[in-house]
């Protein structure tokens, strides 16, 4: 919410992501998904368990996907940088 003004409707934007995101993963496949797209990015061999795997990358690519269409959906920009 801070991130997009810190505006109170913007509470509501925000739950919209959420709920995008609900309809088109189960929980557990929203944290797997997820724990890929953020983590996939790691440099070194320990990233390589996130990033390296067909399966890491094709759940980190479906997330990031479901992400930006949610974002561009509920009418929100997409967060960048360090924290996003």
Known sequence: MTRNGGVLSDMYKCSCVID???E???YDDFVEAGTFARYSTLPGEGGGIFRDPDHARERAKLYRSLEADAYR???LKM???PGR
């Open 20 to 22: 995008r995101l609900a």
């Open 24 to 26: 088109n993963l189960t």
């Open 73 to 75: 959906a509920c009418g």
């Open 79 to 81: 967060p960048t940088g």
